[in-house]
C-alpha cells in the first residue's frame, strides 16, 4: 500500500477519544437548523408534546423530532424508518439529536410543522428580503399514496365492468370448448379458468360495492387508499394523476416560497385570491402583484384581488368560438365608454339592451347589440345569428386594466415561469420519482411544509451565507 493515503487503522485506540462537536464543521448547515429551533417557542406554535405528561414513559422532545425531519427533508431523506437509521450511523444526525434514534411518525406535530414554515417565511420578512412585492402564484399536481386502479369514478366503474365481463364471457367459452373435447390433459386448464372466473367475479362485487360508496358521495370519486386523493390531469405528463395539487407563490427576486397550501381540487380557477392574499400578508405589504397563467383566469378572483389591493397579471383565455370559426372576435369590437356602446367592425353601434345574471356565478352582464345586423355586408363574418350579441360584466373596467398592465409589461410570463416553475422542479427532484410519504389532506400539507421549509432554508444560507443565516436564526427568539 505504499505511497497511497493510508487511513487509520480501526483497531487502534486513542487515550482521548474525539467528541462529537470535533466532527461538525463550524459552517456545516446543521448548525443552522440546530440554532433555529432552539429558538422557536414550539408550545405557542402548536406542538403539544412541549410540555411533559408528569406520568407514564418520557416522550421524545418535539424541539429534537423537528430537527431530526428538517435536517431530513434538507438531505433528501423524508422517510421515517430511513431517517430513524440515519441516527445510528450519520454523525450529523448525533451531534443533531444528542446519539438519540428515533425517526417515528407523530400526529401531534402537523399543525406545528406549518407554523414552523410559516415562522421562518416571517424571519425571512424581518431579513427585508421580500422588497420587491411581486409574487408568482402556480399549482402542480403531486402523486398521493393511491394508485389510479384505487380511484373510482363512474365512468371507471362502467369501463371497468365491461372488460371484465368480456373477460369472463371468452373463459366461459373457452370452458365450454374444454368440457366437449374432455381429453385428459385439460384438466388442470379446466380448473385454471374457473379459478380466473372467479376472480373475476369478485372484482365484480368490489366494484358494485364501489358503486354503492359513490352514489352517497356528492364527487362522484372515492380513492380507497388515501381518501382525501383526487383524480385530476396532470399538464405535464399529459394524463391523469391520482394526487393533490400543490399551490406556491414565490418571491420574483430571491425566489422563496411566501406561501403554499395543498388542495385536492383539480383545478386553479378558485385559488388566485386566496393565494394572492396569503402571500400579501405573509409579506407584510398592503400592496403586491400577482403573476399566474391562463389557469388562473377568473373574473370574480380578478375582481377579489383589485378590491385586496392586489395587482393580478394574469392572461385571458383563448375560448372563442367566434375566432377558431374565421368570424369576429370579441376584441375587434371597441367599447366607448362616455356612450356605454361598441363600435363594431363595420363602423355601426352597438347599443345597450338588457342585463341578465348567470346562474352559476352572481355576475350581472349587459348585453348590447345593433339594430343594423341583419342587412350588415359583413354579417358572414361576424354571426350567423340574426344579431350578433356582446356582453360585457359589470365590472369589466378591471379587466380592461389588468390587460392593460399586462401589454405594459411584455415579460410578465416570462418572469412568471422562470420564477415559479424552477421551484416545484426543485421539489419534484428532490421528491424523487414517487409519491408523498403520507396520508390525508393534513399530513400531505405538513410533509409539502418541510419541503418548503427545506428549500427556503437552502436559498436563505445561498443568499445571505452562513455567517449572517447563522446570526438571524439566533436572533429569531428576541
Known amino acids: 500500500m505504499g505511497r497511497f493515503v493510508e487511513g487509520v487503522n480501526r483497531n487502534q485506540a486513542t487515550l482521548l477519544p474525539e467528541c462529537l462537536e470535533d466532527f461538525i464543521a463550524e459552517d456545516n448547515p446543521v448548525r443552522i437548523v440546530d440554532a433555529f429551533v432552539d429558538e422557536l417557542e414550539l408550545a405557542s406554535l402548536g406542538f403539544d408534546g412541549a410540555t411533559p405528561a408528569t406520568t407514564g414513559r418520557p416522550s421524545y422532545h418535539p424541539a429534537v423530532l423537528l430537527k431530526l425531519y428538517i435536517y431530513g427533508y434538507l438531505n433528501r431523506v423524508q422517510s421515517s424508518r430511513r431517517l430513524e437509521r440515519e441516527c445510528q450511523r450519520n454523525v450529523e444526525l448525533m451531534w443533531l439529536t444528542g446519539r438519540l434514534a428515533t425517526g417515528l411518525q407523530d400526529d401531534s406535530r402537523v399543525p406545528g410543522i406549518r407554523n414552523v414554515c410559516r415562522r421562518f417565511v416571517v ?5 427585508k428580503l421580500f422588497t420587491q412585492a411581486v409574487v408568482a402564484i402556480d399549482g402542480s399536481k403531486f402523486k398521493a399514496v393511491n394508485s389510479r386502479d384505487n380511484n373510482f369514478t363512474p365512468n371507471k366503474i362502467a369501463k371497468r365492468q365491461e372488460q371484465i365481463e368480456q373477460s369472463i364471457q371468452r373463459y366461459l367459452d373457452a370452458l365450454e370448448t374444454a368440457d366437449r373435447t374432455q381429453p385428459v390433459e385439460v384438466e388442470t386448464k379446466t380448473e385454471r379458468l374457473r379459478e380466473k372466473i372467479e376472480t373475476l367475479r369478485e372484482q365484480m362485487r368490489d366494484l358494485d360495492r364501489a358503486a354503492e360508496l359513490l352514489n352517497g358521495l356528492p364527487e362522484k370519486q372515492v ?3 388515501d381518501p382525501d386523493s383526487r383524480s385530476m390531469m396532470s399538464q405535464a405528463k399529459g394524463t391523469g394523476v391520482v394526487g393533490y395539487n400543490v399551490q406556491v407563490a414565490v ?4 425566489h422563496l416560497i411566501v406561501t403554499h397550501e395543498v388542495t385536492n381540487v383539480g383545478n386553479d380557477r378558485a385559488q388566485l385570491s386566496p393565494m394572492a392574499k396569503a402571500a400579501r400578508d ?3 405589504r398592503k400592496k403586491i402583484t400577482a403573476l399566474a397563467d391562463r389557469g388562473y383566469f377568473s373574473a370574480l378572483e380578478i375582481k377579489a384581488c383589485d378590491d385586496a389591493g392586489i395587482a393580478p397579471l394574469v392572461p385571458k383565455t383563448q375560448t372563442s368560438g367566434a375566432k377558431a370559426e374565421g368570424r369576429f372576435d370579441r376584441a375587434d369590437f371597441i367599447y366607448i ?3 356605454d356602446q361598441y363600435l363594431c367592425p363595420a363602423g355601426q353601434r352597438a347599443i345597450y339592451r338588457f342585463t341578465s345574471v348567470e346562474r352559476e356565478t352572481p355576475m350581472a352582464l ?22 350578433r350579441r356582446i356582453r360585457r360584466w359589470e365590472h369589466e373596467t378591471v379587466l380592461e386594466a389588468m390587460q392593460s398592465r399586462l401589454d405594459r409589461r411584455l415579460d410578465a410570463m416570462t418572469i412568471r415561469r422562470r420564477t415559479v416553475e424552477h421551484v416545484f422542479g426543485t421539489l419534484k427532484h428532490w421528491m424523487g420519482s414517487t409519491h408523498f410519504q403520507t396520508r390525508g389532506l393534513g399530513h400531505v400539507a405538513a410533509e409539502i411544509s418541510l419541503h418548503v421549509l427545506a428549500y427556503n432554508l437552502k436559498r436563505v444560507i445561498r443568499i445571505l451565507g452562513f455567517a449572517k443565516t447563522m446570526r438571524a436564526m439566533k436572533l429569531a427568539g428576541a
Open 282 to 284: 405573509a409579506m407584510g
Open 337 to 339: 365608454a362616455k356612450d
Open 123 to 127: 424571519i425571512c420578512r424581518d431579513l
Open 223 to 225: 380513492s380507497l387508499t
Open 251 to 254: 418571491d420574483t427576486k430571491h
Open 366 to 387: 349587459r348585453t348590447y347589440w345593433s339594430s343594423a345586423c341583419p342587412k350588415c355586408p359583413l354579417k358572414s363574418q361576424c354571426t350567423p345569428t340574426d344579431y
